[in-house]
């Protein structure tokens, strides 16, 4: 890490001090200015143009009012706005086929935050912890933080390959299984079942990372795998960085009562709780009908650009892709065996495409490099033909 020269004075050996370092992290990389490129296929972040921003602003100066004056000032210790919670009980879980009470959930930083508490509270050197191989980077860089016994079983287009001698013997599973991050695909309903008969066997707890729940546009959604769920040994995980904007850091989690208690203990200690102000605008905006009419434009735009990029691809005839059943926000691209995908995100920005190499999603032994992810969220249809030709073009002159 080399801290020391580049850290003040440099009559501090920080790489002594140091009991963790963080430098093995590797998060998808995109950079800081990604709206001045024409072309930005990048993921998770929103389009200016989709946004309501005059009615968050509204239900923001609602949220700074009088009658909301101690939510928005005061430290409410280890509690969570309660017009928000009751919203996601009563509103958003429903639509997920989740029956939860207000003191089964807990407000999150984001599903980023929910991921590192449950990994906390369930994960140390003792425990076999299963993931999807590729899967969500940070999750993988949470984890290690936690255990060495980490197993990634491949995926496919039915989501997770549920293989039982794995499965046996470890004590969790973290999986996508409406949208497999990065693939897209869903789990198909017979392995959702298969896996709870597993867990239920094994007395295994599977975490469920549910983090584009909103962006269903080609067919309705199956189900979490939560509502399936019995026994409580499944943790749900919410995010509204999709479907309101991802530096809201707003997420939820969703698990029986003890272990919400446990991980709001936890969370009081890292952070207290996520801001008042920011819980009761959100409040607003679902409750006044703000958030369903931003869910609906995003569709349906979405589904216009993925429609549009999907013919784009064809007519380049250069990749083959996933086909995700229900909509999502981007697709996983399979290059040709010899395409380095790093190099093609290098040549492609200096064409103002931005790509998402994919090798950051698997394992650092097993990456494979042609493999790429391009999202929609924040790209116009009308600019989706010439990114892809421009891209098209690039891979072309990478070609041995
Ligand atoms: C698979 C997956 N899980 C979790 C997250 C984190 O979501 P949040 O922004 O709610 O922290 C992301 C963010 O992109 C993601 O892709």
């Given at each position: 890490?080399?801290?020391?020269?580049?850290?003040?004075?440099?009559?501090?050996?920080?790489?002594?001090?140091?009991?963790?370092?963080?430098?093995?992290?590797?998060?998808?990389?995109?950079?800081?200015?990604?709206?001045?490129?024409?072309?930005?296929?990048?993921?998770?972040?929103?389009?200016?143009?989709?946004?309501?921003?005059?009615?968050?602003?509204?239900?923001?100066?609602?949220?700074?009012?009088?009658?909301?004056?101690?939510?928005?000032?005061?430290?409410?210790?280890?509690?969570?706005?309660p017009?928000?919670?009751?919203?996601?009980?009563?509103?958003?879980?429903?639509?997920?086929?989740?029956?939860?009470?207000?003191?089964?959930?807990?407000?999150?930083?984001?599903?980023?935050?929910?991921?590192?508490?449950?990994?906390?509270?369930?994960?140390?050197?003792?425990?076999?912890?299963?993931?999807?191989?590729?899967?969500?980077?940070?999750?993988?860089?949470?984890?290690?933080?936690?255990?060495?016994?980490?197993?990634?079983?491949?995926?496919?287009?039915?989501?997770?390959?549920?293989?039982?001698?794995?499965?046996?013997?470890?004590?969790?599973?973290?999986?996508?299984?409406?949208?497999?991050?990065?693939t897209?695909?869903?789990?198909?309903a017979?392995?959702?079942?298969?896996?709870?008969?597993?867990?239920?066997?094994h007395?295994?707890?599977?975490?469920?990372?549910?983090?584009?729940?909103?962006?269903?546009?080609?067919?309705?959604?199956?189900?979490?795998?939560?509502?399936?769920?019995?026994?409580?040994?499944?943790?749900?995980?919410?995010?509204?960085?999709?479907?309101?904007?991802?530096?809201?850091?707003?997420?939820?989690?969703?698990?029986?009562?003890?272990?919400?208690?446990?991980?709001?203990?936890?969370?009081?200690?890292?952070?207290?709780?996520?801001?008042?102000?920011?819980?009761?605008?959100?409040?607003?905006?679902?409750?006044?009908?703000?958030?369903?009419?931003?869910i609906?434009?995003?569709?349906?735009?979405?589904?216009?650009?993925r429609?549009?990029?999907?013919?784009?691809?064809?007519?380049?005839?250069?990749?083959?892709?996933?086909?995700?059943?229900?909509?999502?926000?981007?697709?996983?691209?399979?290059?040709?065996?010899?395409?380095?995908?790093?190099?093609?995100?290098?040549?492609?920005?200096?064409?103002?495409?931005?790509i998402?190499?994919?090798?950051?999603?698997?394992?650092?032994?097993?990456?494979?490099?042609?493999?790429?992810?391009?999202?929609?969220?924040?790209?116009?249809s009308?600019?989706?033909?010439e990114?892809?030709?421009?891209?098209?073009?690039?891979?072309?002159?990478?070609?041995?």
């Amino acid at each position: 890490t080399n801290l020391g020269t580049n850290a003040g004075t440099g009559k501090i050996d920080w790489d002594a001090k140091l009991v963790q370092s963080c430098s093995y992290i590797r998060p998808v990389q995109k950079p800081v200015n990604w709206r001045e490129y024409a072309y930005p296929f990048v993921y998770g972040q929103v389009d200016d143009e989709l946004f309501s921003h005059s009615e968050w602003r509204d239900c923001a100066r609602q949220a700074l009012g009088m009658r909301n004056f101690s939510t928005m000032v005061g430290d409410f210790g280890q509690h969570d706005d309660p017009m928000l919670v009751n919203y996601i009980c009563s509103r958003s879980l429903p639509r997920r086929g989740i029956k939860a009470r207000p003191e089964q959930i807990l407000v999150t930083l984001g599903a980023q935050n929910a991921l590192y508490l449950v990994a906390q509270l369930l994960v140390d050197q003792s425990k076999h912890v299963v993931i999807e191989s590729p899967s969500y980077p940070d999750l993988r860089d949470i984890l290690l933080q936690r255990t060495k016994a980490i197993t990634a079983l491949p995926v496919d287009a039915g989501g997770l390959i549920l293989d039982e001698e794995v499965l046996r013997r470890a004590d969790s599973v973290f999986i996508t299984p409406s949208h497999q991050c990065p693939t897209t695909h869903t789990m198909s309903a017979s392995r959702r079942r298969q896996l709870l008969d597993m867990a239920a066997r094994h007395d295994l707890l599977v975490i469920e990372d549910d983090y584009e729940f909103e962006m269903n546009f080609l067919e309705s959604p199956t189900p979490a795998l939560k509502a399936q769920d019995n026994d409580g040994r499944v943790i749900y995980v919410g995010s509204l960085s999709k479907s309101v904007f991802p530096g809201l850091r707003l997420g939820y989690m969703v698990a029986p009562e003890g272990l919400i208690q446990q991980a709001r203990a936890l969370r009081h200690l890292i952070l207290r709780h996520p801001p008042g102000h920011a819980q009761r605008t959100l409040a607003y905006f679902m409750a006044l009908g703000h958030y369903d009419a931003q869910i609906r434009r995003l569709r349906r735009h979405l589904a216009e650009r993925r429609r549009v990029l999907q013919s784009a691809i064809d007519a380049e005839g250069l990749f083959s892709h996933s086909a995700a059943h229900f909509g999502g926000t981007s697709f996983w691209v399979s290059g040709p065996d010899w395409l380095d995908s790093r190099i093609l995100a290098e040549r492609a920005m200096q064409d103002g495409v931005l790509i998402e190499a994919g090798d950051v999603f698997f394992g650092r032994d097993t990456s494979p490099l042609n493999y790429f992810r391009l999202s929609y969220s924040a790209i116009s249809s009308e600019r989706i033909p010439e990114g892809i030709a421009r891209l098209g073009a690039c891979m072309r002159k990478l070609k041995p």
